[in-house]
């Protein structure tokens, strides 16, 4: 590996097809891209929230949708889902999160991203092109010193 005192910063996109493989397909893809640019302390809690983000976006939305990983600087990573949905679920509306009802079969992956996260959030993606509406789901995390 070549060594640098500066590491400009970076940016990847994975689109990913409405398959139920494309999850751990995304995990995978995380772990190395954490591993190229010396960030293996991110590993755990990113792939966490890549995970439920990613899986929320297979389960509910009908289309495509893609993983972008995004370098926030000082060990700090960005990560967010765009998907085909404009539905924002619970907990990324206004109002914050809430925890899940004790006995509920849903709606606790994105709790845990709201638990995990140093800060996260949703926007709508209204107009363009057929297909390019829907919701991006984003969260941050940072490595712990």
Not at 16 to 33: E, F, I, S, Y
Not at 129 to 142: F, H, I, N, S
Request: proline share 10%; hydrophobic share 35%.
């Amino acid at each position: 590996m070549v060594a640098s005192t500066v590491s400009p910063p970076w940016t990847y996109t994975l689109q990913l097809p409405q398959d139920p493989r494309a999850p751990g397909v995304a995990r995978a893809t995380l772990r190395n891209v954490l591993r190229v640019h010396g960030m293996p302390e991110l590993t755990e809690v990113t792939e966490l929230l890549a995970s439920e983000l990613v899986t929320n976006a297979y389960l509910y939305s009908s289309g495509p949708y893609s993983l972008r990983l995004r370098d926030a600087g000082r060990s700090r990573i960005r990560l967010s889902v765009w998907d085909t949905d404009p539905h924002i679920p619970a907990p990324f509306r206004w109002g914050g999160p809430q925890t899940p009802e004790e006995l509920a079969e849903r709606g606790r992956g994105l709790y845990l991203v709201t638990l995990y996260a140093e800060s996260w959030g949703a926007y709508p993606m209204r107009g363009g092109l057929p297909g390019q509406g829907g919701k991006l789901l984003w969260a941050e995390c940072a490595a712990k010193t």
